[in-house]
């Protein structure tokens, strides 16, 4: 059965990076999307970025994008999120989602992935 694990986050300060990583464990096999989730307190999990195996296509949040970068090794089955210009705004749990299905919902949608980790919390202070 496969499983993710995440390494990485912690609280660092507005304008700081952290980079955040995750593993596929259980398989020989990469993912077709890997991608990072955010949960705030109380709220939904909000795509933040999405990688396909392909290596060519990454997708971002509005938000995010021109901080954040997404990176995938098929190989080590990984996918890293570095995050660069942290704000308040970026705090919440971050998880780590995966889906080998070649169709389905849409890439930003959480229903879109089947196998998730245990999230990894980040807190930016300002």
């Known amino acids: 059965q496969v499983s993710l694990m995440e390494i990485g986050g912690g609280s660092v300060q507005a304008g700081e990076s952290l980079r955040v990583s995750c593993v596929a464990l259980?398989?020989?096999?990469?993912?077709?999307?890997m991608a990072w989730f955010r949960q705030e307190s109380g709220g939904d999990r909000k795509v933040v970025a999405a990688?396909?195996?392909?290596?060519?296509?990454?997708y971002y949040a509005d938000s995010v994008k021109g901080r954040f970068t997404i990176s995938r090794d098929n190989a080590k089955r990984t996918v890293d999120l570095q995050m660069n210009k942290l704000k308040s705004e970026d705090t919440g749990k971050y998880y780590c989602?995966?889906?080998?299905?070649?169709?389905?919902?849409?890439?930003?949608?959480?229903?879109?992935?089947?196998?998730w980790g245990q999230g990894t919390q980040v807190t930016i202070s300002s």
């Open positions: 989602a995966a889906s080998y299905d070649m169709s389905g919902p849409p890439w930003s949608t959480a229903s879109r992935y089947k196998i």
């Open positions: 990688a396909y195996s392909n290596g060519r296509n990454q």
């Open positions: 259980g398989t020989t096999v990469a993912p077709y999307i």
